[in-house]
């Protein structure tokens, strides 16, 4: 399946964007072959470009390339988390609800709730520009929280969030992983973030954009993944 291909199936599952259809598109996904998907996106001089618009390398420590930016109905992002050890993500959660398809490589969820003890931790609101191109942090107060839930995610793994769950996500491996999410309908710019950071910011902060030069790089690492 090339991207065009790609495209016009995720057009045609999500009409109302229900985790129903989501997880059902993603299991057409499981039987596609990424080597001509992801090959298809790299010989894509339009499409590298297109993907500038919202490609860069995340707090968290992967990479997040927009495939489809369909806001606020729906997104499809592809999300890379390179050939390291990742294990300093901070605990969050998100504006949308979502599911999501390993592609390749694994890595650990990790699933919060708050506690009533002293707090350990910050709790910030993270407000999004109505473009997605910046963000600012605020402090709203100290927070404890625990882990409840941990659980390995591998190839081919499906999985779903709603978008009040707190959790955190870390690789202890040095294989390269990625990941297709497809993002539910945008009901709000604010998302939440916790850490022993001190992240407020007065002015919102600017994603630096990865070059196309960048991206191409990230995808053939992905390809030579999905080849083996």
């Avoid at 989501?22 to 596609?32: D, K, P, S, T, W």
């Avoid at 998907?37 to 894509?44: E, G, K, M």
């Amino acid at each position: 399946m090339e991207f065009n291909d790609f495209k016009s199936l995720t057009d045609h599952y999500l009409k109302n964007n229900s985790s129903v259809e989501r997880e059902a598109l993603l299991r057409v996904f499981q039987g596609i072959d990424w080597k001509v998907l992801i090959s298809s996106l790299i010989d894509n001089n339009e499409v590298l470009s297109d993907l500038v618009n919202n490609a860069y390398r995340h707090d968290n420590g992967f990479v997040k390339l927009m495939l489809i930016d369909n806001r606020p109905d729906y997104a499809v992002r592809l999300h890379i988390w390179p050939s390291n050890i990742m294990s300093d993500s901070s605990i969050h959660n998100h504006p949308w609800d979502l599911n999501g398809l390993v592609v390749t490589g694994k890595y650990t969820w990790d699933i919060y709730q708050e506690v009533e003890k002293p707090s350990e931790l910050n709790l910030y609101e993270c407000k999004y520009s109505d473009d997605y191109q910046e963000h600012k942090f605020t402090y709203i107060r100290g927070i404890y929280m625990t882990n409840i839930l941990r659980f390995d995610m591998a190839k081919g793994c499906l999985y779903s969030s709603k978008k009040h769950l707190y959790h955190k996500i870390t690789k202890s491996n040095k294989d390269l992983a990625a990941t297709i999410m497809i993002c539910g309908r945008v009901e709000s710019n604010i998302a939440h973030v916790i850490t022993d950071i001190e992240k407020e910011t007065e002015e919102p902060i600017k994603f630096c954009n990865l070059t196309e030069n960048q991206i191409k790089g990230y995808l053939e690492a992905v390809l030579e993944e999905v080849k083996i």
